[in-house]
């Protein structure tokens, strides 16, 4: 095996001192013109590669920063982590993405790799917000509200569970589902709240509202909660669902063409994120659209600003918006 080659071979090749490799490496404006171009030749001739993983150790920080998602299998994390990416490469950072796939302690090992490798910043939605602890290294939580420990950014969702239960009672359905879950996370809880506000603004009982819980937000837990709400007593039965997100309303669509239903027909579905699945759906799906990748970018802007001086945490929240599509449009 090659052996590698490292500083004080190149500068013995181009007949300078290791200080100078040094600085053409890290301040190459101090170095005379033809002296940096004959390291650089020599670095070209050698296949030289710094060792970053030193340079990192010395300064005790990184250019890379990380993201620690909720769930990488949901469209919706991938779509934040591309505006999260842009940001950093125009920043001249590099990007680890991280799968905490809802589980806690996963997530606390990752956070602890990450503190080890003296990344510049941490970026994460987090399983529980509350149990996160100050390491030193800057934190901004994304798609989760903070309570002024750290910055973030996030959208109105309660105003996104009201838009979405609003647009179906003004389609006329009185007797509405909402699927979601677990209901320890947050953005269940608050899209939840908002479908209840939206029933008290309408006049309606809160127990016009059927709540089917699920232990998470894949698509295969949407099915199952269409094989539920297919199995209520007809009296009872919701016209309309309101899904927390739009993976639990694409498995829904699945339930009700497998159950022979019609949608919107039988059952008129709202979804919740604007995936890029919700328009493709075999009955484009009405949905409550985040701004994703914005959201990203402005988490990462926001890192980047944490060492600057005199900083203060800022705490941005987009509004939501209603994007309507076959799902949803007969009226009763």
């Known amino acids: 095996m090659k052996p590698s080659v490292g500083i004080r071979e190149v500068a013995r090749h181009a007949g300078v001192s290791n200080a100078t490799v040094s ?5 190459p404006g101090v170095v005379a013109p033809a002296t940096r171009q004959r390291v650089l030749a020599a ?8 060792n970053e993983s030193a340079r990192q150790l010395r300064a005790g920080s ?3 920063i990380a993201y620690v998602v909720l769930d990488a299998a949901n469209p919706f994390f991938t779509d934040v982590a591309r505006g999260v990416e842009d940001a950093a490469r125009e920043a001249g950072l590099a990007l680890f993405l991280c799968n905490s796939a809802s589980d806690d302690g996963r997530e606390r090992e990752y ?10 910043g941490i970026l994460i939605t987090p399983v529980d917000a509350e149990r996160l602890t100050d390491r030193g290294t800057p934190v901004v939580l994304v798609d989760r509200e903070s309570n002024g420990t750290y910055c973030s950014v996030a959208v109105d969702d309660v105003l996104g569970g009201e838009l979405a239960v609003t647009h179906l009672i003004e389609n006329g359905h009185r007797r509405i589902a909402m699927i979601g879950g677990p209901l320890s996370i947050q953005q269940v809880r608050d899209r939840r709240e908002g479908a209840v506000r939206a029933l008290a603004n309408a006049g309606l009982p809160a127990d016009a509202l059927t709540f089917l819980e699920t232990r998470g937000l894949q ?5 199952g909660a269409g094989e539920r709400l297919v199995g209520l007593p007809a009296s009872r039965r919701p016209t309309a669902a309101f899904c927390a997100n739009d993976l639990l309303a694409l498995g829904l669509l699945q339930s009700m063409t497998q159950q022979g239903l019609k949608v919107p027909g039988d059952l008129a579905v709202v979804g919740y994120d604007d995936i890029e699945f919700a328009a493709a759906a075999a009955v484009p799906l009405t949905s409550v659209r985040q701004p994703r990748e914005q959201l990203g970018r402005t988490a990462a802007t926001l890192l980047l600003a944490e060492n600057e001086p005199d900083h203060e945490h800022r705490h941005v929240k987009f509004q939501p918006e209603l994007v309507v599509r076959a799902s949803s449009a007969v009226k009763r």
């Open 23 to 27: 600085n053409v490496l890290n301040r």
């Open 43 to 50: 670095i070209e001739e050698l296949g030289f590669v710094r």
């Open 62 to 64: 990184s250019r890379v």
């Open 111 to 120: 956070l602890e790799l990450l503190h080890e490798q003296r990344v510049e």
């Open 219 to 223: 698509v295969a837990e949407g099915r």
